[in-house]
C-alpha cells in the first residue's frame, strides 16, 4: 500500500469563531460513545471560515479550490481527543459529495463567498434546503500581518480550541461499502448489528500558526438551523493565515455508550 496521504489539502485565511456552551446544551447533538470535552466548566462550539486553496485526493484527476463553513464542538473517542462536525458548508457540489461519501465529513453545498478588501476579509455564506431552516453567516475580519506568527500554548484554551487532528463520526452500511470501494477506510473492529458505526478520521499537520485577528459578525443562523442553542456569550476568535494538512485513511471504532466527559 502507497505510503503517500489518501488527500492533502492547503488552507489559506482560517477564521475561527469560539463561543462557550453549557455541554448539557450539546448532549442531544453529539452521539454517544463520544465524550464533550470541556475547558474551564465549559463545552466549546466553533465556526471555521475555510479557504480551500487546493485540494489533491489520490487517484481522483481533480484539484479544486473552493470555500467553506463548518460549525464544530470538542469531543472525545475514549483517550482520543478530536472534534464532531455538527454542520459543513461548502460551496462546490462535487467537492462536497467526494468529503461525504468518501472521507466520512459530512459537507453539503452552499453558496459561501469570501472577498478580501482593503485588508478585510470578508465571508457571505446561505444554504437553503425545503423545509429546513436557511443556513447563514456573514462575518468581516481584519487579521494583522504585522506582527509574526504565533502558536498555542500547552494547555492552554488555544490549544483545546486549535489543534484537533481527529474527527468522528456515525456512518452505516452504505458509507462503509462506499469508502472501501474508494479506499479511503479500513475496518478496524466489528460493527453494531443496527449497521451504524463510529468512525474516526485524521488531518495531520503542524501546529497552527496563527496572527491577532479583529472580527465582526454581521449574521449567523448556523445555530438555529442546526439545533444548537444560542450561546449566552460573546465570541472569540482566532485566525491563521495558512496550514497543509493531510488525511490518514478513516477507522471503524469500537466504542460503548459513556457518560463519562473530558474535562480540563
Known amino acids: 500500500m502507497s505510503s503517500k496521504p489518501l488527500a492533502e489539502v492547503a488552507l489559506r485565511n ?9 455541554r448539557e446544551k450539546l448532549r442531544p447533538l453529539v452521539p454517544n460513545p463520544l465524550s464533550i470535552d470541556t475547558y474551564d466548566g465549559m463545552a466549546w462550539i466553533s465556526v471555521l ?19 467553506s463553513i463548518n460549525l464544530r464542538t470538542y469531543v472525545s473517542a475514549d483517550d482520543e481527543p478530536g472534534v464532531y462536525f455538527i454542520a459543513l458548508e461548502m460551496d462546490g457540489q462535487l467537492s462536497s459529495w467526494l468529503a461525504r461519501n468518501g472521507f466520512g465529513i459530512p459537507y453539503y453545498h452552499a453558496d459561501v463567498d469570501l472577498g478580501y478588501q482593503n485588508g478585510s476579509h470578508t465571508v457571505n455564506s446561505r444554504r437553503e434546503r425545503r423545509g429546513e431552516t436557511p443556513a447563514r ?14 502558536y498555542a500554548e500547552t494547555g492552554s484554551r488555544t490549544e483545546f480550541l486549535i489543534e484537533r487532528t481527529n474527527y468522528f463520526f456515525e456512518a452505516g452500511q452504505e458509507f462503509r461499502r462506499l469508502a472501501e470501494v474508494m479506499g479511503t477506510s479500513e475496518s478496524t473492529g466489528p460493527h453494531s448489528g ?59 471504532l469500537s466504542l460503548l455508550n459513556t457518560e463519562n466527559e473530558k474535562i480540563k
Open 14 to 22: 482560517v477564521l475561527y469563531c469560539h463561543w462557550p456552551i453549557e
Open 49 to 67: 471560515v475555510v479557504n480551500i486553496a487546493g485540494a489533491r485526493v489520490r487517484g481522483v484527476p481533480y484539484y479544486p479550490s473552493l470555500s
Open 137 to 150: 453567516f456573514a462575518a468581516t475580519y481584519r487579521p494583522d500581518h504585522d506582527v509574526d506568527d504565533s
Open 194 to 252: 443496527s449497521g451504524t458505526s463510529m468512525f474516526a478520521g485524521a488531518a495531520i499537520h503542524e501546529p497552527w500558526p496563527l496572527l491577532p485577528v479583529e472580527a465582526e459578525i454581521e449574521s449567523n443562523t448556523l445555530f438555529e438551523a442546526a439545533s444548537v442553542p444560542e450561546p449566552c456569550e460573546s465570541p472569540t476568535f482566532h485566525y491563521s493565515p495558512k496550514q497543509y494538512m493531510a488525511a490518514e485513511r478513516l477507522r471503524e
